[in-house]
Structures are given as C-alpha cells and as structure tokens.
C-alpha cells in the first residue's frame, strides 16, 4: 500500500478471501396416489424435483402409527380409516421439503355381507 502514513517503499498488506457457500434451492415434494386395491395404495414421489441438483431421500408418514417408510416408491395397506399421507424429501444439499396428500384418503369398513352364508 502506499499512502501518506505508510512507508514510502510500500507495506505488507493481508488479503482475506472469504468463500460465499453457494445457495441451495430447496427441494420440492410431490405425491401421486394410485389405489390398488381396496385398502393398498401405491404412493410415487418421483415427480418431486430439485432445480439445482437431486432428491437422495424419500421418507414417506402415512399417519397410521407405522414407522416412517423410505423410497421414491412405495406400497401401503392401510386399516380402515381416514389418513393424511406426508411426504418429506432431502436434496444433495440437505434441503428439505414437506408436503401432504390434498385430501384425506379413506378407507371403508371391508363389505360384511360377503362375510355371511344362508343355509335353507
């Protein structure tokens, strides 16, 4: 540097260079509901995106007191009922998202009546 109060062959100057991490776009969550049968859905989270990078996690509540089960994919019985299904999704980031099913998914009572034989 040179200046009025520095030397006039110059002086030892410290530069510090601080790194700005990058900013990560977080992820975002998406649920397709596909019944398969009466009480067994399948719940597909592929559509879920992330703009700078990718999902590496799927942990899937389905509100029915199971432990939280993971994958992009995933079969579910669930006992009759009204459930709101959640889904969170981790990027490579470690950005999270959160998102349920719109609606509730009810499932019936299974038909008794099929349950019944008449002997004449």
């Known amino acids: 540097m040179f200046g009025a109060d520095v030397d006039p062959e110059g002086e030892p100057v410290d530069l510090v260079v601080?790194?700005?991490?990058d900013w990560n776009a977080e992820p975002v969550?998406?649920?397709?509901?596909t019944r398969i049968d009466d009480d067994t859905?399948?719940?597909?989270?592929?559509?879920?995106?992330?703009?700078?990078?990718?999902?590496?996690?799927?942990?899937?509540?389905?509100?029915?007191?199971?432990?939280?089960?993971s994958g992009a994919v995933v079969e579910h019985t669930l006992a009759p009922g009204d459930f709101k299904v959640a889904l969170v999704v981790t990027d490579d980031d470690g950005g999270l998202d959160l998102t349920t099913t719109e609606g509730t998914i009810t499932v019936a009572e299974p038909n008794r009546a099929s349950d019944i034989v008449i002997r004449s």
């Open 41 to 69: 859905y399948r719940f597909d989270a592929t559509g879920s995106t992330d703009a700078d990078g990718e999902i590496t996690g799927y942990e899937w509540d389905f509100g029915d007191s199971v432990t939280m089960v």
């Open 18 to 21: 601080t790194d700005t991490p």
């Open 29 to 33: 969550a998406d649920i397709n509901v």
